[in-house]
C-alpha cells in the first residue's frame, strides 16, 4: 500500500483556477509514474491525467485535455494538479495513484485508493 497527504482540496467558485497536490509518506515518488483519477458522486471512477516519473512526459484522458494540468517535484516528493477552470461538474474526490507506467492509465483497476481529497465547485 502507498499513502499519501492530499492539500490544495475544499471549496472553489466556478472558473477560478485550483492546484491540487498529493505528497508521498514513506517511499520515493521518482520511482513511479503518478496519475490522477476522480469520482463524482453517483458516478463511475474516471481517469485524468498521467506523468511520468521523470516529469517530462504527460497524459490525459481526452476529456480533460486543455483543462487539467499535471505536473511534480520529485525534490519534494509531490505531485500537483492544476484545475485551470473549474465548473459544476468537476465536483468530486480526487485521487493521486502511483503507477509503474502511464500506459492505458485511464484502466487502472486497483483496489487500494486510499482517501482522496474532496473538491466542491459552487458559487
Known amino acids: 500500500q502507498f499513502y499519501f497527504a492530499y492539500s490544495g482540496g475544499g471549496s472553489v467558485q466556478p472558473g477560478r483556477s485550483l492546484n491540487l497536490s498529493c505528497t508521498a509518506d514513506r517511499f520515493t515518488l521518482s520511482r513511479y509514474a503518478i496519475a490522477w483519477f476522480r469520482q463524482a458522486p453517483g458516478k463511475e471512477r474516471e481517469g485524468i491525467s498521467c506523468?511520468?516519473?521523470?516529469?517530462?512526459?504527460?497524459s490525459y484522458a481526452d476529456s480533460a485535455k486543455g483543462r487539467f494540468i499535471v505536473s511534480r517535484d520529485n525534490a519534494r516528493n509531490t505531485a500537483y494538479l492544476q484545475i485551470e477552470s473549474p465548473n459544476l461538474d468537476d465536483t468530486a474526490v480526487y485521487y493521486c495513484?502511483?503507477?509503474?507506467?502511464?500506459?492505458?492509465?485511464?484502466?487502472?483497476?486497483?483496489?487500494?485508493w486510499g482517501r482522496g481529497t474532496p473538491v466542491t465547485v459552487s458559487s
Open positions: 495513484i502511483p503507477l509503474m507506467q502511464c500506459d492505458n492509465f485511464v484502466s487502472y483497476g486497483g483496489g487500494y
Open positions: 506523468i511520468n516519473n521523470a516529469g517530462d512526459t504527460t
